[in-house]
């Protein structure tokens, strides 16, 4: 068991459950996680998508997260952001589909073609 055991041993996604269950212990209503998956494995990052399904239904959960897999599989909803505004928002599907959101992470097809 974990339970005595204190938080700087327990290895990053432990510790990151950890982060999360504080949260729930003090019923937050709204939960801000950044990089919440990032260091874990395919396994932990399952675990994680599962536990944030189950506490959905309760709170908003705003995740802060690079894993497009991720997202893909938990996400109900995706904004993105560039420069402090909102650039588009929707499914992570149409988020990927969104011309403006490639043009800004991904560049033009102009800038990729004279970059190569």
């Not at 690079?66 to 893909?72: A, C, I, L, S, Y």
């Not at 992570?92 to 800004?104: L, S, Y």
């Amino acid at each position: 068991s974990l339970a005595h055991r204190p938080a700087g041993i327990l290895a990053h996604g432990q510790k990151q459950w950890l982060e999360v269950g504080m949260l729930l212990v003090q019923d937050a209503q709204v939960m801000f996680l950044d990089e919440t998956v990032a260091g874990m494995s395919h396994e932990e990052r399952e675990e994680t998508g599962d536990l944030l399904k189950r506490i959905v239904a309760d709170r908003t959960i705003v995740v802060i997260e690079h894993d497009m897999e991720f997202m893909r599989r938990y996400a109900d909803l995706v904004t993105v952001m560039h420069g402090g505004m909102i650039l588009a928002e929707g499914s992570v599907a149409e988020i990927q589909a969104d011309p403006k959101v490639q043009e800004v992470y991904l560049g033009t097809v102009a800038e990729v073609t004279a970059d190569a």
